[in-house]
């Protein structure tokens, strides 16, 4: 597997998750008919880009742990939810629970940023995981 193909497949799922996010974010909101005031965080073109540089640091992790092949005889989507969580719980949760915090976040706010992080991750540990499959 072409490391250039798994930082392209990480890249473009740190985009896709965020738009995934997004849409479930709207609709949920939708159902529960959240007011104005209480919506979700906008979203910046700088959480964007950075979400799709985190996708390409996972395609990279990926490509480094050869994608997890110490984990045999499991189906291409539970290697990939794997690597999601054990990246997420490692890399993202402590740096989300340090900023909420120091930054005194309400829970509404860090469960929004949480959630969007754990879509990023898991979009792309699934994504590379299934690229890692069909190549191999």
């Avoid at 969580?85 to 509404?108: C, K, V």
């Amino acid at each position: 597997m072409e490391l250039s193909y798994l930082l392209l497949i990480g890249s473009l799922s740190g985009l896709a998750s965020v738009l995934l996010h997004a849409v479930l974010a709207s609709l949920l909101d939708t159902m529960r008919r959240v007011p104005v005031e209480h919506e979700h965080p906008q979203l910046e073109l700088s959480d964007a880009l950075l979400h799709m540089l985190c996708g390409s640091g996972l395609g990279l992790l990926f490509w480094l742990s050869w994608g997890l092949a110490a984990i045999v005889a499991v189906p291409w989507w539970l290697r990939g939810a794997a690597f999601a969580g054990l990246s997420g719980f490692t890399l993202a949760l402590p740096a989300i629970l340090d900023i909420a915090w120091t930054r005194g976040l309400t829970r509404a706010v860090t469960l929004t940023i949480a959630s969007r992080w754990a879509t990023t991750f898991l979009v792309a540990g699934l994504a590379c995981a299934w690229s890692w499959e069909r190549a191999v």
